[in-house]
Nanobody, 124 residues
Framework: QVQLVESGGGLVQTGGSLRLSCAAS????????MGWFRQAPGKEREFVAA??????????DYADSVKGRFTISRDNAKNTVYLQVNSLKPEDTAVYYCAAGGLFDRRDAMYDYWGQGTQVTVSS
């Protein structure tokens, strides 16, 4: 069992930045694939970023829409994964979810554990 809790969302203006955090329980955190997804009202949940487990080298993957602006990282000692979001645009407005799974994949069905989400709102 893995429990995830997101934090760090908020209201920012276009061009602003936030650092989202996801605190995970359990000793197996370092071996899990960690992902970030987002969902805007009335839309499907979409992939944002992912990082493979420590034993797999911590490779990263980003959606084209966020590449160069967002950065995923993890601190295994703190059981925490982060998403640094820079140069925010109104279209980034969504609830952001962290997830844990066993496969390095962009599909949300491949992730087994989910947090409750944190709201990011970007005003113009």
């Amino acid at each position: 069992q893995v429990q995830l809790v997101e934090s760090g969302g908020g209201l920012v203006q276009t061009g602003g930045s936030l650092r989202l955090s996801c605190a995970a329980s359990g000793r197996i955190f370092r071996n899990y694939v960690m992902g970030w997804f987002r969902q805007a009202p009335g839309k499907e949940r979409e992939f944002v970023a992912a990082m493979s487990g420590a034993i797999s080298g911590g490779s990263t993957d980003y959606a084209d829409s966020v590449k160069g602006r967002f950065t995923i990282s993890r601190d295994n000692a703190k059981n925490t994964v982060y998403l640094q979001v820079n140069s925010l645009k109104p279209e980034d407005t969504a609830v952001y979810y962290c997830a844990a799974g066993g496969l390095f994949d962009r599909r949300d069905a491949m992730y087994d554990y989910w947090g409750q989400g944190t709201q990011v709102t970007v005003s113009s």
